[in-house]
């Protein structure tokens, strides 16, 4: 997460540094898939291209139970640029992160460690651990906690990381396979004795994740082998399937844990450093890169001096943390239907779930919610408008993407957009707020509406033509 905020920042002309107590990048995959809002978001910080010049595109996902397909997620269908999740390992996608923070002028301080920190309403003093041993301390505005799940920015402040350790044990494995058994699709097999997943990763290699039985704290599990996985692929995956290489392999479990409060004061939260959860789903890494891109635009504008900390930085947590929720009660919902045990309740769970995919709209919602294009901040504490155009987004949803359009906050200024129809009212909104929006005015997503885009892509106010006086209150509440 921190490169992806320390990207966004110096995009928008602040200067940031980015520490990393790791002396070497990690070659571990990780996170595996890179969804579609991420993509967009991705659009608008200009390093797309490289990301998908380098990941697979996979467009479906399909659901076997007991060997025979069941329903599938087709993903092509998701309004959005990228219809598709790009496969991925992390240490690729931190590597592009890192080549695109570099072409900013940013780069990570590796085996440098916070140590600790003091913060008071004025500023943050960090205390630094440099290679060699040598300390260092350093004063600065802000400081954000990227730090992952065993933030010591977050064991600091002492907030408590609310939640669970699922007891059941899970195995994961990076697999070489030959280049035919490779598909470019997402399976998932759920079998009596489990749930079996496989991801595609680059070609010819691919992801396993199983459940393996309940925890005995008294008796924990080994490492699995190669073995042991391609007995799991046996019983539970696709006929014939052969590894030949093992690449990675790992017993893990299931954390579902969360801070309440992403902030502070000067000090912030983001990523796996405030929020843990289920695998299932594959949303944890964009969370978190997209709490930086929430906090990004937001930080800028105040750094820059154009707009006052308060109310934007307090929107932050509210509008991530809300995010984080609804994220863990979804992937723990999904991971307990996952891991449920008997005949009789699984039956029940796959007719259901049959059902269920046989209904386009159901497909539908779930494509959405999983590329995360649904995801939005219909009740965030920026949001605006009383009068509601007939059509067109609502304040807090992902404003439609428009081919050929330039996407909202790409570029060197943290600028909002305005979409409305060319006139007095919109002309005279561009000018009097010139330094917070776009100094052109964008064609209306209805007719006789006005909507103001933040620059993270979310709708802000949505109003009725003649009502442009909303939008300039918004902005004026802003202002430094
Ligand atoms: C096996 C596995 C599979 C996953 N699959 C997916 C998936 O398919 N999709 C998905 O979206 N997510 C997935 N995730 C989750 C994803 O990997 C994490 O959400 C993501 O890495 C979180 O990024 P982060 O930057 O917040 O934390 P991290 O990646 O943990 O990075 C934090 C960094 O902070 C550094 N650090 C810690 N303390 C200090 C300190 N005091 N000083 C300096 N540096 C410090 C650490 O060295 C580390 O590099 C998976 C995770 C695992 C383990």
């Known amino acids: 997460m921190g490169l992806t905020l320390a990207a966004e920042l110096r995009r928008y002309g602040v200067a940031t540094r980015l520490i990393e107590k790791a002396p070497e990048r990690s070659d571990k995959s990780k996170a595996v898939v890179v969804w579609s809002r991420t993509m967009e978001l991705m659009d608008?910080?200009?390093?797309?291209?490289?990301?998908?010049?380098?990941?697979?595109?996979?467009t479906v996902a399909r659901i076997f139970f007991d060997g025979r397909e069941w329903?599938?997620?087709?993903?092509?269908?998701?309004?959005?640029?990228?219809?598709?999740?790009?496969?991925?390992?992390?240490?690729?996608t931190e590597r592009l992160m890192a080549e695109h923070l570099g072409r900013l002028g940013g780069s990570v301080e590796r085996g440098v460690e916070l140590a600790g920190f003091t913060a008071d309403p004025a500023r943050v003093v960090a205390q630094l651990r440099l290679p060699g041993g040598r300390e260092e301390t350093v004063a600065t505005q802000w400081l954000v906690g990227c730090d992952g799940a065993h933030s010591t920015v977050r064991h600091q402040l002492g907030m408590d990381f609310v939640g669970d350790t699922l007891m059941t044990d899970w195995v994961l494995a990076d697999l070489?396979?030959?280049a035919e058994q490779a598909r470019n699709e997402i399976e998932i097999h759920w079998h009596a004795s489990g749930i079996l997943a496989i991801f595609p990763i680059t070609a010819g290699r691919i992801r396993i994740i199983a459940d393996v039985g309940d925890t005995n704290v008294l008796q924990p599990r080994a490492e699995p082998t190669l073995a042991d996985i391609q007995a799991l692929i046996a019983q539970r995956g696709p006929?014939?399937?052969?590894?030949?290489?093992?690449?990675?392999?790992?017993?893990?479990?299931?954390?579902?844990?969360?801070v309440a409060d992403y902030r502070a004061g000067r000090v912030f939260l983001a990523g796996d450093a405030a929020h843990v959860h289920s695998p299932a789903g594959g949303q944890g890494m964009n969370m978190g890169m997209q709490d930086a891109c929430n906090l990004a635009w937001k930080l800028a504008l105040v750094c820059r001096g154009e707009c006052a900390p308060e109310p934007l930085l307090a929107s932050f947590s509210a509008e991530r943390s809300e995010i984080g929720r609804q994220v863990l009660k979804a992937t723990g919902r999904l991971t307990r239907l996952a891991v449920l045990r008997g005949g009789i309740k699984q039956d029940l769970r796959n007719r259901?779930?049959?059902?269920?995919?046989?209904?386009?709209?159901?497909?539908?919602?779930?494509?959405?919610?999983?590329?995360?294009?649904?995801?939005?901040?219909?009740?965030?504490?920026?949001?605006?408008?009383?009068?509601?155009?007939?059509?067109?987004?609502?304040?807090?949803?992902?404003?439609?993407?428009?081919?050929?359009?330039?996407?909202?906050?790409?570029?060197?200024?943290?600028?909002?957009?305005?979409?409305?129809?060319?006139?007095?009212?919109?002309?005279?909104?561009?000018?009097?707020?010139?330094?917070?929006i776009e100094p052109t005015v964008r064609a209306p997503f209805g007719s006789g509406g006005i909507w103001l885009v933040r620059p993270d892509g979310y709708v802000a106010v949505a109003t009725r033509r003649g009502r442009g006086e909303e939008v300039a209150a918004f902005l004026r509440g802003l202002l430094a």
């Open 44 to 58: 608008r910080m200009g390093c797309a291209p490289a990301f998908l010049a380098t990941g697979l595109k996979a």
């Open 352 to 436: 259901v779930a049959g059902v269920l995919l046989g209904l386009k709209s159901v497909r539908a919602r779930v494509a959405d919610t999983i590329t995360e294009v649904a995801m939005g901040y219909p009740d965030g504490p920026l949001n605006r408008g009383g009068d509601q155009p007939r059509t067109g987004p609502a304040p807090g949803e992902r404003a439609p993407i428009r081919a050929g359009e330039s996407p909202v906050g790409a570029g060197g200024e943290p600028r909002f957009a305005l979409f409305a129809d060319p006139g007095a009212e919109s002309g005279s909104l561009a000018v009097e707020f010139a330094g917070l």
């Open 71 to 92: 329903g599938h997620i087709g993903l092509e269908g998701v309004a959005s640029p990228h219809p598709f999740a790009l496969m991925l390992p992390q240490s690729e």
């Open 176 to 178: 070489e396979v030959p």
């Open 239 to 258: 006929a014939g399937l052969q590894a030949t290489t093992a690449i990675w392999l790992a017993a893990f479990h299931i954390n579902e844990r969360k």
